[in-house]
């Protein structure tokens, strides 16, 4: 009696199994249907993408652009899935890549625009100034290593692409920075973003009163500037700068450098990293 018992019991074990591994075998098959059929659908020409739109590029290439847009848009996602589907673009890496090869461009929106136009809105750096060369230095004498070529800054302090040789004479201010490498450019700040920002605001100040900076020497918090006729202002960055203006604006009222025009033909220097007690040279 026993032993029908175990019989009859093996034999609905392997019925019950084999219904467990059609059933198996069935889910699986449904479920790779599915997936291909996903697959397929993904590189549907009515859902990939049609056209690729730039937007805010003035010096970089368009044509550039868009190559960056066609190899991230070939790699298939979980190489099974189409890239270049509406659904599936990889925006965010596009983006990335864009900012990871041009050091102009600041920002990189990736959008979709209708049902299958990619619209990509650059916006690129705006140079204001030229990093030319490292420099060491103390207050009377300045050792510059200048380059021929130098590097576009903007107005955040980055440096972001080399200038050639034929531009460098271009009306743009030059900087030297002692902590800066030509090993790491571009892609590095000349100076904390915020101490670039104020001394530029600095200079907005000085060109009302007719100076415009030539060379910038910076040695923070040392700040050495040469404007026209090798005038030189010495000032430091950590100090209020619009206070900084302000003494210099009462230095040249006096009297005695009134008659002078403009203010900085008579001084060879003006020192003014001391507060409101100011060191000049005469020339």
Same mark, same amino acid.
């Given at each position: 009696m026993i032993r029908k018992k175990q019989k009859f019991l093996s034999s609905r074990w392997k019925r019950r199994r084999k219904k467990i591994l059609f059933r198996t075998i069935l889910y699986f098959v449904f479920v790779v249907s599915i997936i291909l059929g996903l697959s397929s659908l993904s590189r549907a020409e009515f859902l990939s993408l049609k056209e690729i739109r730039i937007k805010g590029n003035e010096v970089l290439g368009?044509?550039?652009?868009?190559?960056?847009?066609?190899?991230?848009?070939? !790699?298939? /996602?979980?190489?099974?899935?189409?890239?270049?589907?509406i659904f599936?673009?990889?925006?965010?890496?596009?983006?990335?890549?864009?900012?990871? !090869?041009?050091? $102009?461009?600041?920002?990189?929106?990736?959008? #979709?625009?209708?049902?299958?136009? #990619?619209?990509?809105?650059?916006?690129? $750096?705006?140079?204001?100034? #030229?990093?030319?060369?490292?420099?060491? $230095?103390?207050?009377?004498?300045?050792?510059?290593?200048?380059?021929?070529?130098?590097? /576009? #800054?903007?107005?955040?302090?980055?440096?972001?692409?080399? *200038?050639?040789? +034929? $531009? *460098?004479?271009?009306? /743009?201010?030059?900087?030297?920075?002692?902590?800066?490498?030509?090993? +790491?450019l571009p892609g590095e700040y000349i100076l904390i973003t915020e101490d670039f920002q104020e001394l530029n605001e600095f200079f907005t100040l000085l060109a009302t009163l007719a100076v415009h900076p030539q060379k910038v020497f910076l040695n923070y918090p040392q700040a050495q500037v040469v404007f026209d006729k090798n005038f030189k202002l010495i000032f430091d960055l950590s100090d209020d700068l619009k206070k900084t203006f302000e003494n210099l604006v009462t230095l040249i009222s006096e009297p005695e450098f009134q008659k002078s025009?403009?203010?900085?033909?008579?001084?060879?220097?003006? +020192?003014?990293? /001391?507060g409101n007690k100011l060191l000049y040279k005469l020339r």
């Open positions: 368009a044509e550039e652009i868009r190559a960056i847009v066609v190899k991230e848009t070939s !790699k298939s /996602f979980l190489k099974i899935f189409s890239r270049s589907n599936l673009y990889p925006g965010e890496s596009i983006e990335a890549e864009i900012l990871k !090869k041009y050091k $102009r461009a600041s920002e990189a929106e990736v959008s #979709l625009k209708g049902f299958s136009d #990619l619209e990509i809105i650059i916006k690129e $750096r705006k140079p204001i100034g #030229l990093w030319c060369g490292e420099e060491s $230095r103390e207050m009377a004498e300045i050792e510059i290593k200048e380059r021929e070529s130098c590097f /576009f #800054l903007d107005e955040t302090g980055y440096i972001f692409e080399a *200038v050639g040789e +034929d $531009r *460098v004479s271009e009306n /743009f201010p030059k900087y030297f920075s002692a902590d800066v490498q030509i090993a +790491d025009e403009p203010f900085f033909i008579v001084f060879e220097y003006i +020192d003014l990293g /001391f």
